[in-house]
């Protein structure tokens, strides 16, 4: 089954995390001072503190342990609603990854922001965003697992080749419910998508960053040269 | 990094396919006859046609125009759907992918000639044959009931007219009448499907006739997704349903249709609509072309779908005896897929992957009160075996349960999409 791959994903995974925590303080999230300056990318959408109501984007006050898309107040997008609904909580795991790139969470979200590569930088915001949460003092400094993202995929996973007649073989499977038309009746589409968000939401399924049952155990016994395969055969997908 | 195939061609070479060797050099376009043009059956035609761009010539034997499908009947019954909107043709098949759809039951299978014999007498030849015939039922596995007697106590399990005599039996229940249902042994098609019926019976007769009972006389011991349907049952319709089980004398049951009565280790019941869900076994042609054990299933490789009395026969779906898949529309699929891809690479060298199953079965409880089971699956030598899981939790809110019942929406519109092209 998935057995080399993921044994060499794993690995992959746990190095990059250990280089991940030497990299920045051990003891912090990351600056918060620095934050505030890198809140200028998110301020023209958001607004955050006492004072702060919804804008283009929803008020991020308080945004640690609430649920994805989880203002009543706020008209979410189909795609992130989903996954609030499948039970995405906004921790120090889930909004490194969403700030990393919006789409790992949430293909449709409305949130137009290309994502923030550098993890310290990600780091310092998250530290920031931190100061206007409920309870700070609730949410460790420094979670051990915060580093462990999917954005820090090494750069060789995420190049990956795939081969097409086994993208096309494996893709079939997926078939049963993601319609190749590029349908969205109930289950999102999948087709059309540039072959890196593709592998980012394979992979935020695989480590259950994600959730949902069915594509979690879709993606779980998935190699990564089998994820690389079927994002190049759903890239060009037409019907 | 390049894909390493090493790997998958040692898998499949080592289950004793024939690989990447054309069977038919030098001859025409290879044959392969599908019998059968269900859930397993359309879905191999298809991807055989499809993905061998010509090369294969493919015949469909069906003697339908249209295939109902029983998935979602049941949502039909509990008018959640149109009749219509379980229909589906052929002519995508034919029109769009070159296959030739023989409109006829295949009555005959010659293995050594490699001839398949229709009811109207014409002869196909075949280098590959796939069975996908769905089931049967065992005669005489519920004493009083045969098929002449279908129209007074359907069966509903084979959608079509039988659906629909079903359905306007329970809309013309009497106030307060009595359902019976005698569910099946196992193995059958779709496990939780007899507990997803009496959820929509439950649901027709809580708004027209509340006062109405409903009895489920049930041979097992226990069924799928028993949990969810009994929280279900006792949230949404307390106290109209009834299980006789085993227990109870559940496994010895006859039934009288004339008198309309069933009767239940020696105890007579008078209902008003009785669904007799007999036990089942591979649909007939299987026995014929002598591909059936002593259970009536046909047993199959597990790396490739085919027969394990002959590797030039494919046994898709319900038909086949593979290891731990359950019998369902989604399984039948995935099936096909595998077969499909074995027969292109054995018949014109195409690429040999390893095999790969899954399933997810939902069932609606009540309106936007969907559960679902899944696993996924890998070939053994011995079976095709379930290597993960996963089942929807008792206590789920309301919003999860809704947007469960909206998947099975994409995924009834994806899958028969995937069959039927
Ligand atoms: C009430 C109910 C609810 C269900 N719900 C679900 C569900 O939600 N999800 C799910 O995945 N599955 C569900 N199923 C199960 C699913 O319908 C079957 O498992 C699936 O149809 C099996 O596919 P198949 O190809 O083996 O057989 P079928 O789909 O039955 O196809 C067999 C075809 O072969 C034809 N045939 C038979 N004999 C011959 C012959 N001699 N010559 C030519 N043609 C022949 C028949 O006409 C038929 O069209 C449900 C079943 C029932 C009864």
Redesign the interface.
């Known amino acids: 089954?998935a057995g080399?791959g993921s044994i060499n994903l794993a690995f992959r995974l746990a190095l990059v995390s250990a280089l991940g925590a030497t990299a920045l303080p051990a003891a912090e999230i990351g600056d918060a001072g620095n934050g505030a300056v890198i809140w200028g990318d998110c301020a023209g959408c958001h607004e955050i503190g006492p004072e702060a109501k919804n804008a283009i984007g929803p008020k991020l006050n308080g945004i640690f342990g609430r649920r994805a898309a989880g203002l009543p107040d706020f008209d979410y997008s189909k795609s992130l609603t989903?996954a609030g609904?499948?039970g995405v909580v906004w921790t120090l795991e889930t909004l490194d990854a969403y700030i990393a790139n919006p789409r790992t969470f949430a293909s449709g979200t409305r949130m137009s922001y290309p994502g923030l590569d550098d993890p310290g930088k990600r780091a310092d915001l998250l530290a920031f965003l931190r100061d206007f949460s409920d309870r700070p003092r609730d949410i460790p400094e420094a979670a051990p697992t915060a580093r462990r993202t999917l954005p820090e995929l090494p750069p060789?996973i995420l190049a990956?080749?795939g081969?097409p007649?086994?993208g096309?073989?494996?893709a079939?499977?997926c078939?049963?419910?993601?319609?190749?038309?590029g349908?969205?009746?109930?289950?999102p589409s999948i087709t059309l998508w540039p072959e890196e968000n593709f592998v980012l939401a394979m992979h935020a399924y695989k480590q259950k960053l994600r959730p949902h049952?069915?594509m979690?155990?879709?993606a779980?016994?998935l190699t990564e040269?089998e994820i690389a395969?079927l994002a190049a055969y759903f890239a060009t997908l037409t019907e | 990094m390049t894909l390493n195939r090493r790997g998958f061609l040692g898998t499949i070479a080592a289950t004793g396919a024939v690989l990447a060797a054309p069977a038919v050099l030098g001859q025409t376009k290879p044959r392969v006859v599908v019998i059968g043009g269900g859930a397993g059956g359309a879905t191999c035609a298809r991807y055989l046609a499809r993905d061998s761009d010509g090369a294969i010539d493919v015949t469909l034997v069906e003697p339908a125009e249209v295939y109902y499908t029983c998935f979602f009947s049941n949502l039909y019954i509990g008018g959640f759907r149109e009749f219509e909107s379980l229909a589906h043709r052929y002519d995508k098949l034919t029109g769009e992918h070159g296959i030739t759809h023989a409109r006829a039951m295949a009555e005959g299978v010659d293995r050594d000639a490699g001839t398949v014999t229709l009811a109207g007498g014409e002869v196909l030849a075949y280098d590959r044959l796939v069975i996908a015939p769905g089931i049967d039922f065992v005669e005489g596995s519920v004493p009083g009931w045969d098929l002449s007697r279908a129209e007074i106590m359907p069966h509903a399990y084979k959608a079509g007219p039988q659906t629909q005599i079903l359905k306007s039996q329970v809309e013309a229940m009497p106030e307060g009448g009595t359902f019976c249902m005698v569910a099946p042994p196992n193995p059958y098609r779709c496990p939780p499907g007899p507990y997803e019926r009496i959820s929509m019976v439950a649901h027709v007769l809580k708004a027209r006739n509340p006062t109405a009972k409903i009895l489920l006389v049930d041979p097992k011991d226990k069924y799928s997704k028993q949990a969810l349907f009994e929280e279900g049952w006792e949230k949404h319709y307390s106290g109209m349903i009834t299980r006789i089980g085993p227990d109870f004398g559940a496994a010895n049951v006859e039934v009288r249709p004339d008198a309309m009565e069933v009767v239940i280790d020696g105890e007579v019941e008078k209902v008003d609509v009785c669904n007799v869900i007999p036990a089942q076994k591979a649909g007939m042609i299987a026995e014929a072309a002598g591909v059936t054990d002593d259970k009536g299933w046909a047993p199959v490789n597990p790396h490739s779908m085919a027969s394990r009395a002959d590797p030039r026969v494919f046994v898709l779906g319900d038909a086949s005896a593979q290891g731990d898949m359950p019998k369902s529309g989604f399984s039948a699929n995935s099936q096909a897929k595998v077969a499909a891809m074995v027969i292109r690479s054995e018949l014109t060298g195409s690429k040999a992957f390893p095999a790969k199953y899954s399933n997810t079965c939902w069932s609606l409880i009540d309106t936007d009160d969907g559960v679902k089971v899944g696993a996924s699956y890998e070939a053994t030598d011995e079976k095709i075996a379930s290597v993960d899981s996963f089942i929807s939790q008792t206590g789920e809110d309301a919003d999860l349960r809704k947007a469960t019942y909206e998947e099975s929406l994409g995924w009834y519109a994806g899958i028969t999409a995937d069959i039927f092209g």
Request: contains cysteine; negative net charge; aromatic residues 6%.
């Open positions: 089954m080399r989903r609904r499948d060789d990956l080749q081969d007649e086994f096309e073989y494996l079939s499977e078939q049963a419910c993601h319609q190749a038309s349908a969205d009746e109930g289950i049952p069915v979690q155990m879709m779980g016994r040269e395969a």
